[in-house]
């Protein structure tokens, strides 16, 4: 079934008690149970669905979207651990299945974990994969650093949070160089700082050169249109600076510089004013 696991757009075949049946690409059908439809509807009108297994593993077709389809990466909520896996929560009725064999480490309940959405061809069920290794893409040639890139972050380590870049390339963004609150499963905009011999990336929050400080100085200006006096210097506190601002003292400090050359600030011993 070419349907298992996406979204599709399939045309209603005909009724029954229980639903409509669709017509799949093969010429076989697929139910979508009557609870999923509005009842306006009637035979060819055609209807976007996810087609997925249910607690029967029988195919079914639902109108609501998962966090992640067929060969996506998401970070999903664990709801509940048995003997043959963990259950986790992707928007659906039914939760997927992380089955032990696939686990990369022990989990408990309200863990979040990074997991690709595959298909057990034994079972022909969707399933959660937590070894997200065998699928990542080591060639980084076609990275640069300074690059702007979509980081979605996954695991907290000792040297700071691992994300997922583009969708299947590893980074890492350094905790000392983090300047909001991170968890897994939030999705921010990062810049590529290094391409490693190990073909992994360190990536950081802060756009690197002179886009760095045009937009470091934007932050600084918005927030003086606002209230045009800041209580900042050079001398505040790197923690106060990352809470009022979300950037580190470095940046603040240019981003002032500049705009001082530039007349767009007055600097006094109380704080920032909007010249």
């Not at 060819?44 to 609501?64: K, N, Q």
């Not at 651990?81 to 992707?90: E, K, Q, S």
């Not at 298909?119 to 080591?138: A, M, P």
Request: charged fraction near 30%.
């Amino acid at each position: 079934m070419k349907e298992l696991g996406l979204i599709s757009q399939l045309p209603i075949n005909r009724f029954t008690d229980n639903g409509a049946y669709l017509k799949l690409s093969d010429d076989g059908e697929v139910l979508i149970p009557k609870r999923y439809l509005s009842g306006s509807e009637k035979e060819g009108d055609i209807l976007e669905v996810f087609v997925y297994t249910d607690s029967e593993d029988r195919p079914v077709a639902v109108t609501d979207h998962p966090l992640a389809l067929l060969d996506q990466f998401a970070v999903l909520e664990v709801k509940d651990v048995t003997g043959i896996g963990a259950f986790l929560d992707w928007g659906l009725e039914k939760d997927l299945l992380l089955p032990n064999s696939e686990m990369r480490q022990k989990l408990d309940k309200g863990d979040k974990v990074l997991v690709m959405v595959c298909i057990d061809h034994k079972t022909n069920r969707l399933l959660g994969v937590s070894k997200y290794e065998d699928f990542i893409l080591s060639d980084t040639s076609i990275f640069e650093v300074g690059q702007e890139v979509e980081a979605l972050v996954f695991e907290k380590t000792d040297l700071g949070f691992k994300a997922l870049i583009n969708g299947f390339y590893e980074g890492l963004i350094y905790g000392n160089e983090t300047f909001k609150p991170l968890e897994a499963g939030d999705k921010v905009r990062a810049f590529v700082k290094k391409i490693r011999e190990d073909n992994k990336i360190d990536l950081q929050l802060t756009p690197i050169g002179r886009q760095k400080f045009e937009e470091g100085a934007e932050v600084i200006l918005n927030k003086l249109s606002e209230d045009p006096f800041l209580p900042l210097n050079d001398k505040s506190d790197p923690e106060r600076i990352r809470d009022i601002l979300g950037m580190s003292k470095k940046q603040f400090k240019q981003c002032i510089g500049q705009l001082y050359k530039r007349k767009k600030i007055i600097l006094k011993e109380d704080g920032i004013y909007l010249a």
